[in-house]
């Protein structure tokens, strides 16, 4: 559980590393080539790894995404999961029921990152050979614009991801920045000094 990543990366404002792997797509076919650019184009992402499949914090933050696909959806968002297991395991997990440990299924493409490319590409993969919990915000332009990263024990807060999709939404949209804690429908702050001590002076005490 202590160990540490090799050599880990910040890739927040560079182009998302992009992949071709086989993945299990929602429909439970099994796309040998799917590729994270095509499926993203014109559209934000979120990908998120996880260490293993049929393991314990897993499931439940896949289905904790799949809970909310709907959300991200209206976003324009797409959901892509990936692990070091295999698109068969992908698959098996898919078929097995959520009271049985299962994934039942999910609305998301399920990537098999066998050659563990994909998760040292993304500064994820730790020296025991499967991924940190890590979540990627990709942008439209397939920029990078948010990146979390979780130890293995330590399960995700998938709304934390839907806010910071809105954030990101609202900035490109208004110019302004997010203040500590801003959620939809809340005020921005302009990024000068004004917009400072505007913010502060209405909202100081929210924070």
């Known amino acids: 559980m202590s160990e540490a990543i090799a050599a880990p990366s910040v890739l927040v404002g560079h182009p998302a590393p992009d992949f071709t792997a086989a993945a299990v797509l929602p429909d ?5 080539a799917f590729n994270l650019k ?6 934000y992402g979120v990908l998120f790894f996880y260490p293993l499949d049929f393991t314990f914090v897993c499931p439940s933050e896949i289905l904790a995404h799949d809970h909310r696909a709907e959300a991200f959806a209206e976003r324009n968002t797409k959901l892509i999961a990936v692990s070091v297991d295999s698109q068969f395991t992908h698959l098996a997990w898919r078929n097995t029921p959520v009271a049985k440990g299962g994934l039942g299924q999910v609305r998301f493409p399920l990537v098999a990152d066998l050659t563990k490319q994909i998760a040292r590409d993304y500064g994820v993969l730790l020296p025991g050979g499967v ?3 890590g979540t990627f915000l990709i942008d439209k332009d397939g ?3 948010s990146q979390h990263v979780n130890n293995l024990p330590l399960g995700r807060n998938v709304d934390e991801a ?3 999709v809105d954030a990101l939404q609202f900035h490109e949209e208004h110019g302004e920045v997010c203040p500590a804690g801003w959620v939809k429908g809340k005020a921005g702050m302009k990024a000068d000094s004004k917009g400072v001590a505007d913010y502060l002076a209405n909202h100081g005490a929210e924070l």
């Open 131 to 133: 991924a940190l919990r």
């Open 143 to 145: 920029v990078v614009q």
């Open 38 to 43: 095509s499926y993203l184009k014109g559209s």
């Open 28 to 32: 439970n076919e099994i796309d040998e």
């Open 162 to 164: 839907l806010r910071l």
